[in-house]
């Protein structure tokens, strides 16, 4: 039986590590000059599930919600090629408003809606207040500003000083009806709603800062196991593989200014998992190597090891790989992100458990000493006859 070929990995670890420099360099370059493209997970914004008759153009239905004053509209498939989701950053009755001045400057040329309140506690059978200037209560009771499909009942109010109208439906609501009628008349298929909500600023904000300190605290945990199981060393090599490799995926997303949801976040906290798995087999085979080889320099043993199990890394690697690929082709827009951060998690994740994790040990020169057990207090003693 004839002995495997030792390759020589760490032949190139200098070429390596300025590789992982250059990258590093130029993600964080795009994290500082670009900033993450957070998605409407983080910045708050409405988002309505709805379901077509017919087949969704998703380009059409893009433009027709550009045309409607929503803020950056995103339009995408979930689930089957009639229900689409629509998401905008800000409210739904921003284009409300956009709607609503439309029509005003249409039947009262130079009126403008000046603020939308909550309606007073003794009006309670309407929810919003919505305050004009420029206009009679006569000119805004008899125009057709407010269709009643929308709105539902509506009131005038001149107190003298401002003039407002009570509405019963939210300008929220009241717009969410009327685009769904908008996209119905311009797709010529029959919308029906089947999700409406809103995420506030404040949960986006929660939501990023508790992910960002959730990350960190897996990564000291990681340090804390990696050295308790193997040795400090192997846990400072451990826990730089895991950070380049978030910061290179965080990278790729600030450089190509892709959206970044909660399930990238979720990509991102699994990168680690992947990679973790990944060095600590790698650092099982040079621990086990360190002790079974009687000769041989510290680059001898992780090339061996690293050879040992180039195989199992790259068969994993790999069928992995196929698997995101295909969800990232046939999943849809809505979980395209989080496939395509596993995928470039995946690809720099085995590099590093290679070039950035072992190569670490190099650099902080692992002795076969380092692994020996230290002698416990008496145990000469008791050698002793």
């Known amino acids: 039986m004839s002995e495997q070929k030792i ?51 998703i380009p059409e239905i893009r433009s027709i919600l550009d045309e409607q004053g929503l803020k950056n509209p995103v339009a995408v498939l979930f689930g089957s090629d009639t229900e689409v989701l629509i998401r905008t950053q800000g409210a739904m009755g921003d284009g409300g408003q956009a709607a609503l001045q439309e029509r005003l400057q249409q039947a009262v040329p130079g009126a403008s809606l000046d603020s939308v309140n909550r309606a007073p506690r003794d009006q309670g059978n309407y929810a919003q207040e919505l305050v004009f200037s420029g206009a009679t209560a006569v000119q805004l009771d008899s125009s057709e500003l407010f269709p009643p499909r929308y709105f539902g009942d509506t009131r005038v109010v001149d107190n003298g000083e401002q003039l407002g109208v009570l509405v019963e439906n939210s300008l929220d609501n009241a717009y969410t009806q009327e685009l769904l ?35 960190l605290i897996a990564l000291a945990v990681v340090m804390l196991y990696v050295a308790a199981r193997f040795q400090f060393k192997f846990s400072v090599g451990a826990v730089l593989a895991l950070v380049h490799d978030v910061i290179i995926v965080l990278g790729f997303f600030a450089l190509l200014q892709i959206d970044f949801d909660l399930t990238v976040l979720a990509a991102v906290l699994a990168v680690i998992g992947y990679s973790l798995n990944d060095t600590i087999v790698v650092f099982d085979r040079i621990r086990e190597n360190f002790r079974k080889m009687r000769k041989g320099t510290t680059g001898e043993v992780i090339n061996a090891s690293l050879t040992q199990t180039l195989e199992r890394t790259f068969i994993t690697s790999l069928t992995t790989l196929l698997v995101l690929v295909m969800l990232f082709v046939f999943g849809g827009e809505l979980i395209s992100g989080f496939a395509l951060a596993l995928i470039v998690g995946v ?9 950035v994790s072992a190569n670490t040990l190099m650099w902080m020169h692992l002795q076969k000493e380092d692994l020996i057990p230290p002698e416990k207090e008496g145990s000469e003693v008791d050698e002793m006859p």
Request: aromatic residues 6%.
């Open 181 to 215: 009628e908008v996209l119905s008349r311009e797709t010529g298929s029959e919308v029906e709603l089947r999700r409406s909500e809103y995420v506030g600023p404040q949960i986006g904000a929660e939501l990023r800062d508790e992910g960002g300190l959730g990350m």
């Open 347 to 355: 690809v720099v994740g085995t590099y590093s458990s290679i070039y």
């Open 7 to 57: 390759l020589n990995f760490m032949g190139a670890r200098i070429p390596a590590t300025a590789l992982s420099v250059i990258l590093l360099v130029v993600a964080i370059g795009a994290l500082v000059m670009n900033g993450l493209k957070l998605g409407l997970d983080f910045t708050g914004g409405a988002q309505v599930e709805v379901s077509f008759s017919e087949p969704a153009d």
